[in-house]
Each structure stands twice: as C-alpha cells, then as structure tokens.
C-alpha cells in the first residue's frame, strides 16, 4: 500500500490545527468591562456600556454573581451605575454570554427611579439608594433652559449601618409646570469645602413638554479676530438651531462637524475639524461624555496648534450641557495615540 505523500500529511496537520485553534477560541473567555444602565431582574439581563457601545449581557442559572470583595450575591443586589467585569464570551449583535460577572466599583448614591430623560408630572418622586456620611445628601433642581434654580433641599437615606445602602425617596413639587424640562443633580456636599462629590445628573422632561421643534444650542469655533494671540485652544461659539430630541448632544456635535456658514467666515470664525468626520458613537455617564469619531479626524491633522483647536471645539461644544464636566474623544475606539501633533 502506498504512504500518503509528505504534501497530505502536512494538510491533515493544517486541518487539525485549524480545528483545534477553532475549539480553543471558542473556550477561551473573554471580559467585559464597563458601567450599568439598567437591569431587568424578569429576563435576567444587564445592559452595559462602554466606549465600545451598549452590550446586553444575558445570564443563565450557571452565572455567579460577586460583589466588590467577591462575595456571590443575587442580581437584584446590581444597580444603575455600578461598574462591573464579565467574564465569558461574546455573541452576535452585541450580545455576551457570561460564565460570572464581579462588581468594580459602586456609586455611594444609586439612581433607580425615574430613568433619565424620561418625562415627568409637576408632582414626581425620586427614589434610589445612597451610602453617604450621616446619610444625608443633597438635591438641587433647575430648569434646563433658563438655568433658574427650582429646588435646593436634602435627602436622607435610611441606612442600616456605616458603610451600607439605604432606601431613599424624596416627593418633588415643581412651582411652574409650564416648563419644558428640569436638570437633577444628586450630590455629597464635601465636609471639607462644600464641593460636590460623589455627583449624578439627569435631565427629565414634563409631561406633554417632550423636546419637539427646534432648540438653540451652541457649537465653538477658532477664531483669530476674537483671538488675536491665536491661543489654539481658545474657540467661541455660534448659535444653531438643531432638531430637538433626546440625542441632542450628537445632533450638536454633528452641527459642529458641518463647519461655519459664510456669514461667519467673513466675521473670522474658522473650523479645525477636517472634512468627513462622522461620529460613530457618544454615551454620557457620571458626568463624562464618551464620544468617538471615525479616522477621518485625524487624517492630515499636523501640529500642536491644530491639534489643541480640535479637541477644544468638541470639548467645549459638549461642556456646554449640564450633564457633561468631562469629554473623552476615541476615533473608531481607540483613545490612545490619537490626534498627535
């Protein structure tokens, strides 16, 4: 009988690795990592986001729960926020599969209701839970558009013990309901200077007041006439109406990716941003707007100068919602080595 030939014998070789590669791929686990924006304790499922995007991470009766100090626990223990690690594998369409799942880090002051940018009668109530010193906190209200200041009050918790969740609810009476919507922010005032820690904000709308129409929003611009010293990182900001919806942040932003109208041009207002720049994603949370744009960004981009002018245009064009102190920028999601002079 003849032997195989030497060239058989290496594509059966090839075929085993392949197949072995294959097997080991799928038994390899994988991780997630990012911050919760809600669980469903009917379906067993977490929503997670991270600068990747939002993922839904389905749990079956095999996945362990831990806690901070990995203590198993039980789902309802999970909250909004919370920022937690996967460990298992990915599936289609955004999908994760997770043999356990650890908790991170927990906020010391929990949202549960309402959700966010979800609509309001004048008379509502905030709940949530909170782990704060002498378990009291702060609440303060203004109205979105006109910046007036409806409500500065605290909020006590019923904690069990230092260190612990308690229960907290506060019933809000809004003064004016011919309003079209309010900013909460929940706060720890500092023992030491009164700053805000541990901060939350959230916008509501009041019912029947949801955003329709237009909104007036500003978007920023270099421009060496205001800024005769060309500072770089110095832009100053136009007036736009935009479409009023709740992607509002990235309908902005996509107004400041179109440039500056003739009219603003003869008055010196100059874009940075390189044409066909799209953005891709933007998520805010805990007061940090993660927004990425594709590689056009940063193609033909040279020098410190226009670098600085870049990132100062996004960063302030989104600071101007109460909702974002910080901007992180990622192109197709990378944050590092990006926009280099």
Same mark, same amino acid.
């Given at each position: 009988?003849?032997?195989? *030939?030497?060239?058989?014998?290496?594509? !059966?070789?090839?075929?085993?690795?392949?197949?072995?590669?294959?097997?080991?791929?799928?038994?390899?686990?994988?991780?997630?990592?990012?911050?919760?924006?809600?669980?469903?304790?009917?379906?067993?499922?977490?929503?997670?986001?991270?600068?990747?995007?939002?993922?839904?991470?389905?749990?079956?009766?095999?996945?362990?729960?831990?806690?901070? #100090?990995?203590?198993?626990?039980?789902?309802? /223990? /999970?909250?909004?926020?919370?920022? %937690?690690?996967?460990?298992?594998?990915?599936?289609?369409?955004?999908?994760?599969?997770?043999?356990?799942?650890?908790?991170?880090?927990?906020?010391?002051?929990?949202?549960?209701? $309402? +959700?966010?940018?979800?609509?309001?009668?004048?008379?509502?109530?905030?709940?949530?839970?909170?782990?704060?010193?002498?378990?009291?906190?702060?609440?303060?209200?203004?109205?979105?558009?006109?910046?007036?200041?409806?409500?500065?009050?605290? %909020?006590?918790?019923?904690? $069990?013990?230092?260190?612990? /969740?308690? +229960? !907290?609810?506060?019933?809000?009476?809004?003064?004016?309901?011919?309003?079209?919507?309010?900013?909460? *922010?929940?706060?720890?005032?500092?023992?030491?200077?009164?700053?805000?820690?541990?901060?939350?904000? =959230?916008?509501? /709308?009041?019912?029947?007041?949801?955003?329709?129409?237009?909104?007036?929003?500003?978007?920023? =611009?270099?421009?060496?006439?205001?800024?005769?010293?060309?500072?770089?990182?110095?832009?100053?900001?136009?007036?736009?109406?935009?479409?009023?919806?709740?992607?509002?942040?990235?309908?902005?932003?996509?107004?400041?990716?179109?440039?500056?109208?003739?009219?603003?041009?003869? #008055?010196?207002?100059?874009?940075?941003? $390189?044409?066909?720049?799209?953005?891709?994603?933007?998520?805010?949370?805990?007061?940090?707007?993660?927004?990425? !744009?594709?590689?056009?960004?940063?193609?033909?981009?040279?020098?410190?100068?226009?670098?600085?002018?870049?990132?100062?245009?996004?960063?302030? *064009?989104?600071?101007? =919602? $109460?909702?974002?102190?910080?901007?992180?920028?990622?192109?197709?999601?990378?944050?590092?080595?990006?926009?280099?002079p």
């Open positions: 009988m003849k032997k195989p *030939t030497k060239n058989i014998i290496t594509i !059966f070789l090839l075929l085993i690795a392949v197949i072995l590669s294959a097997w080991f791929f799928n038994l390899k686990t994988r991780t997630l990592e990012g911050s919760i924006l809600k669980v469903d304790l009917e379906n067993r499922l977490i929503t997670l986001n991270n600068k990747k995007g939002d993922y839904k991470i389905i749990l079956d009766d095999n996945t362990k729960l831990l806690d901070e #100090q990995g203590v198993i626990t039980f789902l309802s /223990y /999970y909250q909004r926020d919370f920022k %937690i690690v996967a460990y298992g594998k990915y599936l289609k369409s955004h999908n994760f599969s997770p043999k356990r799942i650890k908790i991170l880090k927990m906020p010391n002051i929990v949202l549960i209701s $309402p +959700d966010p940018y979800s609509d309001i009668a004048q008379d509502f109530v905030i709940t949530g839970k909170a782990r704060v010193f002498e378990n009291t906190f702060n609440i303060k209200i203004v109205d979105f558009v006109t910046k007036e200041n409806l409500l500065d009050d605290i %909020i006590t918790a019923n904690a $069990p013990d230092v260190g612990q /969740y308690g +229960d !907290f609810m506060k019933a809000i009476h809004l003064p004016d309901y011919n309003r079209q919507s309010i900013y909460v *922010t929940l706060y720890d005032a500092s023992a030491k200077d009164g700053k805000m820690q541990d901060a939350i904000g =959230f916008e509501l /709308y009041l019912r029947g007041h949801q955003p329709t129409g237009t909104k007036k929003v500003k978007i920023f =611009f270099n421009n060496n006439n205001l800024d005769p010293e060309v500072s770089c990182n110095k832009v100053f900001g136009v007036v736009r109406s935009v479409e009023d919806k709740l992607a509002i942040g990235k309908i902005t932003l996509e107004a400041l990716l179109k440039g500056v109208s003739k009219d603003e041009e003869k #008055q010196g207002y100059t874009t940075s941003i $390189p044409n066909g720049v799209v953005v891709n994603k933007l998520s805010i949370s805990n007061g940090v707007a993660l927004v990425d !744009f594709n590689k056009k960004l940063e193609e033909g981009v040279g020098g410190s100068c226009r670098v600085s002018a870049i990132r100062a245009q996004i960063t302030e *064009t989104l600071k101007q =919602f $109460p909702s974002v102190q910080k901007v992180v920028i990622s192109i197709d999601g990378r944050t590092e080595d990006i926009l280099q």
